[in-house]
């Protein structure tokens, strides 16, 4: 039994609730803290702070006591979110971020696990749809297309210039597109995979087969499922690498090809209308070599099988939707 107790921030959100799941089943005290509750069902923490993170005194209380802090904490959304709220992600992400890191400090925090994410990489590596998979030393020279990635990369740098005065290890991952249930699935904060599953949802249900898609759906990305995601941050946590590794799969599809897997699992035939939309870079993927030698994690759950769990969550709170709409 682990009785050491840890920290998990943006506990309300799609991954650290996962999370808090997955380390209160290792047995670990854990606190969560997030501005919000977790929207879906209720947190399996030992103890749950509602704590806005851009102020220090709250990030004080979040650390106090605490031997590993995992900050997920962020102001982020899908493309439809980060694409517009550059000064808004970057002012309120600089504060959970440095304040979550500075609190550490004060309370003698030993580990400290930051969220990253793919969306540091230089936009010109990113320019094509048959990209070249990402390696962790593509970030520089830096030029991140969105304020989104520019904050992460400056947390990656202050976590690195921490290390050199302060006796906590620092551990950092860059997640690309983590999916799966209990994740935000409508408005301008979902990202493809749920969006996608929620707009074929809804077509099959009312008997309508066309969906809109951003753009012309040939921009490409991986996709990794969260149980192999908080795996991965388990793993890395407790390795002794100390530089910033890829949490992602490394297969790459379309948007138009994500689109027909989920449109299979629902099983009906769709008709995809190109809209103008927020992309993102034309193309990504990631390079595990590094993650896959240093700390030997490779995703195991298959595009189709998250896709379908992820498509039967999000199918079933259409169906409630439509009920209510109906009865209203
Ligand atoms: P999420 O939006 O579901 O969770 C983030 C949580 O942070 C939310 O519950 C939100 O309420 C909370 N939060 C925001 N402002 C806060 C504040 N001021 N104080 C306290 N809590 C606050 O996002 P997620 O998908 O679970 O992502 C978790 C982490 O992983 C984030 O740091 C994100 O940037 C990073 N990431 C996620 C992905 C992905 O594909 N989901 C990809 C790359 C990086």
Redesign the pocket.
């Known amino acids: 039994m682990n009785k050491k107790r840890v920290l998990v921030?943006?506990?309300?959100?799609?991954?650290?609730?996962h999370l808090v799941t997955y380390l209160k089943k290792k047995g670990y005290w854990v606190r969560g803290?997030?501005?919000?509750l977790?929207e879906f069902e209720a947190s399996a923490a030992d103890e749950f702070l509602q704590?806005?993170?851009?102020y220090f005194s709250?990030a004080l209380i979040a650390t106090q006591g605490i031997s590993e802090v995992y900050?997920?904490?962020?102001?982020?959304?899908g493309m439809g979110y980060i694409s517009f709220k550059h000064s808004e992600i970057l002012y309120?992400?600089t504060?959970?971020n440095t304040y979550t890191l500075e609190a550490s400090k004060v309370n003698k925090v030993s580990r400290y696990f930051f969220?990253?994410?793919?969306?540091v990489y230089p936009e010109y590596k990113q320019l094509r749809a048959k990209v070249t998979p990402l390696k962790e030393e593509d970030a520089f020279p830096a030029d991140p297309q969105d304020a989104?990635g520019w904050e992460?990369l400056m947390t990656e740098i202050m976590l690195k210039y921490s290390a050199e005065s302060s006796k906590t290890e620092y551990r950092i991952a860059?997640?690309?597109?983590?999916?799966g249930p209990l994740?935000?699935w409508d408005g301008e904060?979902a990202?493809a995979p749920a969006s996608l599953s929620r707009k074929i949802a809804y077509a099959k249900l009312t008997n309508t087969n066309e969906i809109e898609i951003w753009g012309d759906g040939k921009q490409t990305r991986s996709f990794c499922y969260v149980d192999d995601c908080v795996r991965g941050i388990d793993m890395l946590m407790h390795s002794n690498y100390k530089e910033p590794l890829n949490i992602g799969q490394d297969r790459i599809v379309t948007i138009n090809e994500l689109a027909d897997i989920i449109a299979d699992i629902a099983g009906i035939k769709i008709k995809k209308v190109h809209i103008p939309g927020p992309q993102g870079v034309r193309g990504r993927n990631s390079d595990n070599s590094r993650v896959t030698k240093e700390i030997r994690w490779k995703p195991k759950v298959s595009l189709e099988r998250g896709l379908e769990s992820t498509y039967k969550w999000i199918e079933k709170l259409v169906r409630d939707q439509i009920k209510l709409e109906q009865n209203a």
């Open positions: 921030t943006g506990a309300g959100g799609f991954i650290g609730h803290v997030d501005i919000k977790p704590l806005d993170l851009r709250n900050a997920l904490a962020a102001d982020m959304g309120n992400n504060l959970i969220a990253s994410s793919a969306c989104y992460k860059r997640f690309h597109n983590i999916f994740g935000t904060r990202k």
